[in-house]
């Protein structure tokens, strides 16, 4: 099914699982959610503030080996998610370090990015965010909060939980 409620970018750490679930329990604003809905993989962490949740997953097992660490956030927040969301991934780009993948549907390609290469990161996200949240306010309007990808189906949408 298509994610229209979210934005969502993969990171593909080079350093090992452990070490990348080290960086991430060390960050200062990510932490386990109290409910895990995960028993072995993935492992979940959510980054909040008083008006942002990013949820990220880490897959300790990747597509391709290594890991893969997907990182979203509900279309409904206010635009402040915009820089909150690219300063965290380059955040973790740089840190993990982690190549940045961001599947552009429209244009059906998948740009590569790494933290070294900021500006480009930036702007590919910008846009990428744009276009997402058009697509998302054409089906459950322009209504804006803090929530996860599934509280925003629920309240903007819950006719597309049920497909």
Known sequence: ???VE???VMLRPRSDVDEAIRILTG?????????QYFVRDPVDFLYEDDDHV??????????YGGSDLCCSFALCHPDSIDACFAELILELACHLPADV??????AGVCHRCNGADEDRLRQVLAD?????RRSWQAVAG????????????????PHLARR
């Open 1 to 3: 099914m298509l994610r």
């Open 6 to 8: 979210q934005l969502m």
């Open 27 to 35: 960050h200062p604003r990510l932490r386990r959610p109290e409910r």
């Open 54 to 63: 990013i949820e990220l997953l880490l897959w300790k097992e990747g597509e």
């Open 101 to 106: 993948s961001i599947w552009d549907e429209r």
């Open 128 to 132: 990428k965010i744009q276009r997402s």
């Open 142 to 157: 322009t209504g804006r909060a803090r929530l996860t990808c599934g509280e925003a189906i629920q309240r903007f949408a």
